[in-house]
Every structure is written in structure tokens, then in C-alpha cells.
């Protein structure tokens, strides 16, 4: 009888444990699903992506949806949206669904933004947004002629195109709105012959601008466009042994700026009279009575493009446009070799400013 009731107990256990996975099964089978509507899923930053979760389902209905953007910004909590992508990269687009008894799923999406690549042209009078193949997403006319020098910026919490313009001698830089080509701005150039312009991000925002006439790069306060510091030929060559002897700010064909730790950033500049980049550390002021400075950093390198005409810094590479090629040419900073990509087919007649934003 012992042994007849240690197996009645057994098998009862069995049958518990079997009910037991039966059940969970079945709860599991039941419990939320998280379910991602989004379009577009690929495009050219800044990219709007419209989402939906109102597909997802629970029992007893769902109490809260969760949102990652994988941009590591706040999350969202409502069913439906739009949320805009303000730079290049691969995203992941989350959502969460929580049931009314507690049980979460999460599904994801991949968004792919790719970075546009704004340039100007001189003799039509237009700017243009490509894409990274040299296919014209977006273009309109300027009110001021003869653009040059663009970049992107950002004030009071808007981002903005400012365009340097010789207007026909009446020089001037204006802020522009990317996305309907609306002039908001007009602010006088510091000089003459309004060439390069680019965008200082961090520590504090600030416009950088090289004049051919002049020869000098200005530090600019963005808003207003009132000049800070101003930096000639007789600068450099005090400050550097490497420019006492070479060509510098003879025939300016380039400038960028980069981020720089334990600094306000690194300028990059290209001398058209020999084609040697420079990579200048801007120190910032000590105070507001203090002006910045600038110091060359190693060797300048000769970059392989005769007809230059603006450069720009994206993931690590040099992009060179080439007039004479109506071409847009990488090339390693490094050691100023081409790479072999190029971006060609844009249209226009006489490119001239070049930003690729990402």
C-alpha cells in the first residue's frame, strides 16, 4: 500500500506540473503583443517618421505604450506620433506595451538616416540638398547672389542654414530656413569677399568665416553676426614657424570645424596657393575681456584637388569639391590620398559652399 501511495502521490505531481505548463502556455499565448507601425523606415536626416502602435493588443486592453527612439532622448507614451531624426545613423525604434495585469512586450524597428550633403552654387544663384549619391532632394532660389560659403547652425534652438553671398559687392551673410528656403536673417559679411563658413557647436556657439579679400578668419557671434576676433596673416606667422616661409591665407579655398577634446574644436583650413590643410586648435578665451587662440597642429598635408572651391569633415574623411570636376571628392586627411568616392551628377553650374549635415 506504501508503494501504491508514493505513486498515486508521484504521478498527482506529474499531473500538476503538466497542468501547470498547460496553463502557462496558454497565458503566454494570451498576453500582450507589441506591434510597430512606422514609414518612412529609411531616408535623408532630418528624417520625420510617422509610428503607430495601435495594432499592438492585450487582454483586458493595454495600459501603456513606451517609446524609444534610440537616440537616447525621452521616451514616448502615446499610441501614435511623429518623431524627427536630427542626425545620420542607425536607429532602433522600440515600442513597449504593458498589459492592464501587469505583462510587457516589446517589438523594435531599424531606422536608417542617412546625411544630406548642402551645397551652393554660385553663378545660378541656388542652394542645394543631395543625398550622399548626388541626387537633388530638395533646391531653392536665393534672394542674394553669388552663395558661397554654407553651413549649418543652430540659434535659439533652431536649426539654420547661414550662407555666405558677394551679392554683388554688397556682401552679406544670411540665416536661412532649411526647410522652405525663407530668408530669416540678413547680416553684413565682415569683409569684402565673403568665401567659407562653419559652424563652432561646443563649448559655446560660434561662426567661423574666411574672407579672400581680407584674407582673415573671423569668429562670429551667430545671432547677430558681430565679429569676435579676427585672425590674419601676420597672426599665424608669429604663432607658427611652419606658415613664416609657405603660403597661408593667400587664396583661401576651405574651412571646417571639428570637435576637439580639452579644446573649443579644431579648424580646418585649405590653402589654394600650395593646397596644404591645415589643422589649427582654437583655444578658447579665458574670460570676456580675452580674445581666442589659435595654434597649427602638426604638418600641414597636401590635398590632390587643383580647383577646390569648400571642404567639409564627416566621419573622419576630407570632402573636397572640385570645380573643374563638378565633383565632390573624399580624400584621408591624414595623408591626403583620395579615397575613390566621390559624389558627382548634382546639378548646377559653378558649386561653391559645401556642408554635409549629419
Known sequence: MKRRGRLC?????????????????????????????????????PLTV?????????????????????????????????????????????????????ATKTTSVTVEVAPAVWITDENLNRVYKLDM???????????????????????????WLFVACFNGGNQR??????????????M??????????????????????????????????PPDGQVYDAFGQAYFKSTSPQVA??????????????????????????EGENRYLYKIKIIPAYDIMSSAQLQIVGDPVVIPVLSASAIDMYEGKLWVVDVDTHA????????????????????GAQPAGLEIQD
Open 9 to 45: 502521490l508521484a504521478l498527482s505531481g506529474v499531473a500538476i506540473g503538466l497542468a501547470a505548463a498547460v496553463l502557462g502556455g496558454c497565458a503566454f499565448l494570451g498576453g500582450p503583443q507589441a506591434q510597430i507601425d512606422a514609414t518612412p523606415l529609411s531616408g535623408v536626416v
Open 50 to 102: 510617422a509610428f503607430d502602435g495601435s495594432s499592438s493588443s492585450a487582454p483586458g486592453g493595454i495600459s501603456t505604450y513606451t517609446w524609444d527612439f534610440g537616440t537616447g532622448g525621452p521616451a514616448g507614451h502615446e499610441v501614435s506620433g511623429t518623431y524627427v531624426y536630427e542626425h545620420a545613423g542607425t536607429f532602433t525604434l522600440s515600442l513597449t506595451v504593458r498589459a492592464a495585469n501587469g
Open 133 to 159: 549619391t548626388g541626387d537633388t532632394i530638395d533646391s531653392f532660389q536665393l534672394s542674394y547672389t553669388q552663395p558661397r560659403g554654407i553651413t549649418l547652425g543652430e540659434v535659439q534652438g533652431q536649426q
Open 173 to 186: 551673410i544670411v540665416r536661412v530656413d532649411p526647410q522652405t528656403g525663407a530668408v530669416a536673417q540678413v
Open 188 to 221: 553684413n559679411a565682415p569683409a569684402q569677399s565673403p568665401l567659407n563658413l562653419t559652424f563652432q557647436v561646443r563649448p559655446e556657439k560660434r561662426l567661423w568665416h574666411v574672407d579672400g579679400l581680407s584674407r582673415m578668419i573671423y569668429r562670429l557671434n
Open 245 to 270: 616661409t609657405l603660403p597661408f591665407l593667400w587664396s583661401p579655398q576651405g574651412l571646417d570645424w571639428t570637435a576637439a577634446p580639452n579644446a573649443a574644436g579644431h579648424l580646418w583650413y585649405l
Open 328 to 347: 565632390i571628392v573624399e580624400v584621408d586627411p591624414a595623408t591626403g590620398v583620395a579615397t575613390g568616392r566621390t559624389i558627382t551628377g548634382f546639378p
